[in-house]
């Protein structure tokens, strides 16, 4: 029988070129005649040269995780063949360049060698054309129709003629080729069902939302893996009414950020690890002064420079308990890169309703994978603006009245004659310094009962979804980008008769208590995966709901596999 | 028809004088704080001016010269030590109708925030600095400053201060600041005379004010003695004579030093889209179809 769920990795090194764009033009030609995609993708950090790897996972029906290891693997050159040998399934695909990689004999996988460079060079006569002549191989060995990626190469030399011709004389070239190759593999797409979807990063998907709920002002200084946040806002804001600044530092960035929502416009900064450690002083200035800010951090594998370009979940405590000083702030994380649109909207409505910093964290395999989107969804979360001083006399005017909900109303200048001073200080209900003990409990609670009225919006099975069985030996509880894996992970355990639930919350602070409580009475054991050492969700579980769960944390800067979750579920119920 | 006195009465009204920028909280300064001064320069200039306190805002740092803004009746912001400049940055650039005065230490604005002065000068953000330099730690209570002199001793220099005094108007004239003034607290009206000029000109300026601290750091000798105005011929475009005026260390000038039409950051970001569109989702996304 065909399979037609299956998972594609192309590795090679970036001073050869073309390993990622060979995937991602693969990806986007597939996606765009209807097939279901979703990529992984890891770079070196040197600056030129290094080996990097782009892997697709491809199929008609829904898919939500990178899935294991891998089915097809293309290998541009002898490292490619011998760092990823080992994680290709059995009964996979060896595709490679037999001009340049010597693969072992006694497998049990299939192997085409083809001598891409040498035709490139010889046959076409065309060398930068290897790349191309590598999608018509894939294109006719595993059934994608090749005038999608001829449609492709139009689009992309379409002010090249020559370079077009060439190009779609290489594509061809490749897919003729693949009729002298014996196919003895299985893999072979379904049909696709022809209808358009969109292929977005996780950064992409946090800029649109961002975007559509009117952020206008952003400031960012470039890190990885954040660094595209920032370059697409230089693009894009201008047109549309906004101002990008790049900052001289993270200070600047949030600052200025700070600055901009003061004077009325919704603003962001994205950043990573470092970046968000020099911005916490800042970030309890917006808190204190209850300025609505959205700070993204796309978190990277630390501490300090660390694995700049590798993933890794480990700012939660940052993000959670960074800065001095008690003060709230809101804590969200998208669990897929379609989840990133609505978690950015969300960002700012919250941020804008509570008046506080909401940090989005993100992290490195969801800023950069894609994945196809049928549609974002813009009805699940409403744009919100914050309320005003509208009506009050500005002589009573309370920036910071006590209220029963934290939130008071925020005059914006130039526009309200309703002036205040945002203070650092300690201060009265009018915005004044007052630095009595009395002052600051008061307004302490008053800014930390938000964080109460947040809870009661977002506690509920929108924002905290439940997978599974109804009552489970195992629950397993995730956050970020996990989830797919996890997802996946139950669906096969289920399959398999076990009894697993998941469940998966999206706002980490504050936590909804409630639909945490009811999930954890229904389950015997509790499972908490998550890709940092110290267990900091985990940490924060049993601080805030005094559970105790089974921590199973994965360093080294790749995702959790769906069947590296279903190992440890089979795992936990053999040791029950 | 309008009647003629109405209409002279209105006006009459709406002439905003220097108590409608006070915010009626008396400054916590110490008496002959050199930063009485300052502040009561800057209530003539915006009433010079005739700027609507809605339409102003002051944002400072931390120190006691940072505490300004709690006394004026415009919009304010009393942020971190530090951070005052990239906090206007912000605040101008998303509301460019908005004037926007930072007022700080030299602690404030030469240490602790000095890695934002040179970016703020070069992008010449229409905003207007002022400076209050005692050339001490105020608030902290008398450790040394980046404006410190060689030698000084304090508490955290008992030893004398080792490092060579900054220049902050050397600084403001090599980082592309488009306006550059140095004033004295003992002379506030010339003091508003230069705020006014630093508030009209379209650009990123700098007035550098020596404000010295009474209680710590008293050096109105010093300066009374070591001021000299500019001459009245001085060519405010030279650039290089006004940074070798600035490297003159036997007199302190005072005056406008350098004047300079460059296109602000703000004016220029806002020309590269002139005709901002109506953000479309469903067209934005077309560029992942
Ligand atoms: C991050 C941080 N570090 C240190 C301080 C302590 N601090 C407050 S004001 C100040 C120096 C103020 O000097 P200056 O800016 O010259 O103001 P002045 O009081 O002299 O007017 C310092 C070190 C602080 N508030 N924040
Ligand atoms: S300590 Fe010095 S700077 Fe601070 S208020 Fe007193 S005189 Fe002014
Ligand atoms: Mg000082």
Not at chain 2, 127 to 134: E, L
Request: charged share 20%; net charge negative; proline share 6%.
């Amino acid at each position: 029988m065909a399979r037609d769920d299956f998972i594609i990795r192309i590795g090679g090194d970036t001073a050869i070129g073309g390993v990622i764009s060979t995937g991602e033009n693969f990806t986007t030609a597939a996606a765009r005649i209807g097939f279901q995609t979703f990529t992984f993708r890891t770079y070196p950090a040197e600056i030129k040269g290094g080996h990097a790897w782009f892997q697709v996972r491809i199929s008609n029906k829904p898919i939500y995780s990178i899935g294991d290891g891998c089915d097809i693997l293309i290998a541009f050159d002898q490292e490619a063949y011998e760092l990823h040998r080992p994680n290709l399934n059995e009964g996979g695909v060896l595709i490679y360049d037999s001009g340049l990689v010597q693969p072992d004999t006694d497998s049990d996988i299939i192997c085409y060698g083809v001598p891409f460079q040498k035709i490139a060079r010889e046959e076409l006569e065309f060398v930068r054309g290897t790349n191309v002549l590598i999608l018509g191989v894939m294109a006719g060995l595993f059934g994608l129709p090749p005038a999608s990626l001829e449609e492709m190469v139009k689009s992309r030399y379409k002010r090249r003629a020559e370079l077009m011709e060439k190009n779609i004389q290489a594509l061809y070239h490749g897919y003729e080729y693949t009729k002298k190759i014996q196919k003895e593999d299985k893999f072979w797409l379904g049909t696709a069902d022809h209808v358009a979807r969109l292929v977005m990063t996780g950064n992409d998907a946090i800029t649109a939302g961002a975007l559509h709920a009117g952020c206008r002002y952003f400031a960012g200084y470039p890190i990885t893996p954040a660094t595209d946040i920032l370059e697409t806002m230089a693009s894009q804001l201008p047109r549309f009414g906004g101002v990008c600044l790049q900052a001289e530092d993270e200070m600047a960035s949030i600052g200025s950020v700070i600055g901009a929502s003061y004077a009325g416009t919704k603003a962001m900064t994205a950043t990573s690890g470092p970046g968000f450690s020099l911005m916490t002083e800042l970030m309890g200035l917006a808190s204190m002064a209850e300025i609505p800010i959205v700070i993204v951090n796309a978190q990277r594998s630390g501490p300090s420079t660390g694995m700049p370009t590798k993933l890794e979940q480990s700012d939660l405590f940052q993000a959670l308990y960074g800065g001095h000083g008690d003060f709230p702030r809101i804590v969200l994380a998208p669990a897929s890169v379609q989840n990133c649109f609505r978690i950015s909207v969300l960002a700012f409505g919250l941020a804008e309703k509570y008046q506080c910093p909401v940090i989005l964290l993100s992290d490195q395999s969801l800023s950069h994978r894609t994945e196809t989107i049928r549609e974002v969804d813009t009805d699940v979360f409403p744009v919100v603006d914050r309320i005003r001083p509208n009506g009050t006399n500005p002589e009573d005017y309370l920036r910071y009245q006590i209220t029963d909900n934290g939130v008071s109303p925020m005059a914006v200048p130039g526009l309200d004659p309703h002036t205040y001073v945002a203070p650092g200080l300690e201060h009265d209900e009018r915005g004044h310094p007052r630095l009595t003990p009395d002052t600051h409990e008061k307004m302490t609670a008053k800014r930390f009962r938000k964080l109460e009225a947040a809870r009661l919006e977002t506690d509920n099975a929108e924002l905290c979804p439940r997978y599974g069985a109804e009552h489970a030996d195992i629950g397993i509880i995730g956050w970020g980008a996990t989830q797919g894996s996890i997802r996946e992970a139950v669906d096969r355990a289920l399959a398999d008769g076990l009894k697993v639930a998941a469940m998966h919350p999206r706002v980490l602070n504050p936590l909804p208590e409630e639909r945490l409580k009811e999930f954890i009475a229904s389950v015997d054991r509790v499972l908490v995966p998550e890709i940092n050492y110290q267990g900091q969700f985990a940490h924060h579980l049993t601080a805030t709901l005094g559970v105790k769960p089974i921590r199973f944390n994965k360093i080294g800067g790749l995702p959790f596999t769906p069947g590296e979750i279903y190992k440890k579920i089979q795992e936990v119920l053999v040791h029950a | 028809m309008p009647d003629a006195t109405k209409v002279a009465q209105a006006t009459e009204a709406d002439v905003l004088t220097v108590k409608d920028y006070k915010s009626g909280d008396k400054p916590i300064w110490c008496p002959g704080c050199g930063d009485f001064g300052v502040l009561s320069a800057t209530y003539k200039a915006l009433a010079a001016l005739q700027l609507q306190p809605k339409d102003v805002v002051v944002a400072a740092g931390i120190g006691c010269s940072s505490r300004t803004p709690y006394f004026m009746s415009t919009f304010g912001f009393h942020g971190v030590h530090g951070r005052s400049l990239p906090i206007a940055t912000g605040m101008k650039l998303a509301n460019p109708d908005l004037t926007i005065l930072v007022m700080g230490g030299d602690g404030d604005l030469m240490s602790i925030g000095a890695g934002h002065f040179p970016h703020a000068a070069a992008r010449n953000v229409d905003i207007t600095c002022i400076m209050m330099d005692n050339q001490t730690y105020g608030l902290t209570k008398a450790q040394a400053s980046p404006t410190s002199s060689m030698g000084h001793k304090t508490k955290s220099t008992p030893y004398g201060v080792i490092a060579k005094p900054m220049a902050p108007v050397l600084f403001a004239l090599a980082n592309g600041a488009t306006f550059v003034a140095r004033g004295y607290s003992a002379k506030p009206n010339d003091l508003t005379d230069l705020i006014v000029q630093g508030i009209k000109h379209p650009g990123f300026s700098f007035v550098h004010v020596q404000s010295p601290c009474a209680e710590f750091f008293n050096t109105y000798d010093f300066y009374d003695e070591h001021i000299e105005e500019l001459p009245s011929d001085w060519d405010q475009q030279d650039l290089k004579a006004a940074i070798n005026l600035a490297l003159t260390e036997e007199k302190v000038h005072l005056g406008v030093f350098y004047q300079e039409e460059r296109q602000s950051f703000g004016a220029a970001v806002r020309q590269f889209e002139p005709e901002g569109k109506q953000f479309d989702l469903a067209e934005y996304l077309q560029r992942f179809s």
